[in-house]
């Protein structure tokens, strides 16, 4: 045997027994992290009760106190100001009033006042103030399709009236591929065309089945603007699909704010003077394809006023730390972040978010837990931020009000979305952007303990889901921080109200939850902070980096 041979052997079984020996060392904590252990949180975290997480809801506020005083039952420390664990993030919000909004029509019968959001609400939900008044007409099948069928004229003058419509769409008008949604908003501008002043929009039927079956009101929806925090140049929101243009040029609408006001069955009949048997009727007639005539509502008018109102709350990033064991490297961070909002309802549909993202939250906890048993050098801070699905809104609040300098923060772990899709996979996604050594961590610990297959199938930020821009990765990583989200992928559930804790996959959430562990005890036992090696621009961390445009992406594909 030559001494070559013998050298590079000793050399192999330095190599891999140095390797083993620190990743047996790191499994102290790692053998506690288990499904059993996690169950229970997701089962709670991730049920329907907490009606969606949004941020900002009371419901968040309850899930966000609970997920302190269980870090605080761990043993993580609050690293806020005055022993806090929240982190207050101000928001604006934008609601239509309640009590200023009405709509009010007067007839031969008398008064009929209808208040939001029991009997009606309005097509534009959060903007400015508006109002109409004028007399009723009810136009039918008519300006429903531009299928010649349905566009007999009105023989009735709109202008300056309020016409009264049918949120339905005659099958012929489907057929032809024009989504309900652009079909109506392709009627409500023929009609303001056409001189009228407003719609009322009587809704489907699937709509007032929905929230009767539920003893539901309309949504009050919210407009937020984030304050104090500094979103610019992320990557830019992609227009939303636009309704198919009209086949011939439309004249532009005359200028001004029109709104459609939507009523629900009983003040829709009320108003056209029907019973609710003869306003099903009309549906029927719509929905077969049969004409239904115009009319005017003689001696009717009707007074529309559509207001909103403002406050200022707050939402919160939970934040706990764990002091790092070397008394110099304990003054450097690693920060490992999940996002603890989702959706708010709508008209009843509940979103639980259980994978999306409860799921993350969990996995904290069973880390944080391991940590106890044996902790890194370095310190780390866990973070659950609010209003992720709002636009990364708390994890970019939380790098520009950091409570340590994000200098000395090494690397940031996000943990969204980990109980679905293939047992064996999981995608890394940004781990590969701005330092080498975060991406060998994971091979490392993963080729070493966890063994599950690393998927880098959505890393490149041209990927066209663009899930690069989607998380909260991102936010640190325009701070120059090396970044990595790990995440499951998609499903048909995703974002809908079947993304509940039965479907977890418990088996994969303890391997992730596992790598995550062991790739944070070492980036956190590293001699120095996580190198800059891989992108140009950015070889410091810092706000200045905020400058710096990554490749844009170019489309989105994935489901809302
Ligand atoms: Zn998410």
Request: aromatic content about 8%; overall charge neutral; proline content about 7%.
């Amino acid at each position: 045997m030559s001494i070559y041979r013998r050298a590079s052997r000793l050399f192999l079984w330095v190599l891999v027994g140095g390797l083993s020996a620190t990743v047996s060392a790191q499994s102290k904590g790692a053998k506690i992290i288990s499904a059993a252990d996690m169950k229970p949180y997701l089962t709670f975290l991730g049920s329907k009760e907490f009606r969606g997480r949004s941020a900002p809801s009371v419901e968040l506020d309850i899930a966000s106190k609970y997920i302190a005083v269980e870090a605080a039952r761990i043993g993580l420390k609050p690293l806020l100001p005055n022993g806090s664990y929240f982190q207050d993030v101000p928001v604006e919000v934008t609601t239509m009033s309640t009590t200023r909004s009405y709509l009010r029509v007067t007839g031969p019968a008398g008064e009929l006042k209808l208040s939001f959001p029991q009997a009606f609400t309005s097509s534009v939900r959060v903007a400015g103030d508006w109002s109409a008044s004028g007399g009723l007409v009810f136009v039918g099948t008519t300006l429903n399709s531009p299928d010649p069928k349905w566009d007999e004229a009105t023989g009735s003058d709109l202008r300056g009236k309020v016409a009264v419509i049918l949120e339905a769409q005659p099958p012929s008008v489907a057929a032809g591929g024009a989504p309900a949604q652009a079909n109506t908003a392709a009627r409500t501008r023929l009609l303001r065309e056409e001189g009228a002043v407003g719609t009322i929009s009587i809704i489907s039927r699937e709509r007032e089945g929905g929230l009767a079956k539920r003893g539901l009101s309309f949504d009050v929806a919210e407009r937020l603007r984030f304050l104090d925090v500094d979103t610019v140049n992320p990557a830019p929101r992609l227009p939303a699909a636009q309704p198919a243009a009209p086949a011939q040029a439309a004249a532009a609408p005359p200028p001004g704010p029109f709104y459609t006001a939507e009523v629900r069955h009983e003040a829709g009949a009320a108003i056209l003077g029907v019973s609710r048997e003869e306003l099903g009727r009309l549906f029927d007639a719509v929905l077969q394809n049969q004409s239904v005539p115009s009319k005017v509502l003689t001696g009717k008018t009707v007074e529309i006023a559509v207001c909103f109102d403002q406050r200022t709350v707050t939402t919160p990033n939970v934040v706990a730390y764990l002091p790092g064991s070397d008394p110099v490297l304990k003054d450097e961070y690693v920060v490992i972040g999940s996002h603890h909002d989702h959706n708010p309802p709508r008209e009843g549909r509940i979103f639980p978010g259980s994978d999306d993202n409860a799921s993350g939250c969990v996995a904290l906890f069973a880390i944080a837990k391991a940590m106890m048993v044996e902790r890194p050098k370095r310190s780390v801070i866990f973070v659950w931020h609010t209003a992720e699905e709002r636009g990364l809104v708390g994890a970019y609040y939380f790098v520009q009000h950091s409570p340590v300098p994000p200098e000395t923060i090494t690397a940031n772990l996000n943990l969204d979305m980990i109980t679905r899709n293939d047992t064996n996979s999981i995608y890394l996604i940004g781990s590969t952007k701005l330092s080498s050594e975060l991406d060998k961590s994971f091979r490392d610990m993963n080729g070493a303990a966890v063994k599950l297959t690393l998927d880098y199938k959505y890393d490149d930020p041209a990927e066209p889901n663009r899930f690069f821009f989607r998380s909260d990765q991102y936010p640190y990583m325009r701070y120059g921080i090396p970044g990595v989200w790990i995440f499951c992928g998609t499903t048909p559930d995703y974002h809908q109200e079947s993304d509940v804790e039965e479907k977890a996959d418990y088996a994969k959430m303890e391997r992730v939850t596992r790598l995550t562990y062991l790739v944070a005890m070492d980036v956190g036992n590293k001699p120095g902070l996580l190198k800059l090696d891989v992108h140009s621009e950015i070889t410091t961390r810092g706000a200045h980096n905020m400058k710096v445009v990554w490749q844009q992406p170019i489309r989105t594909s994935a489901p809302r």
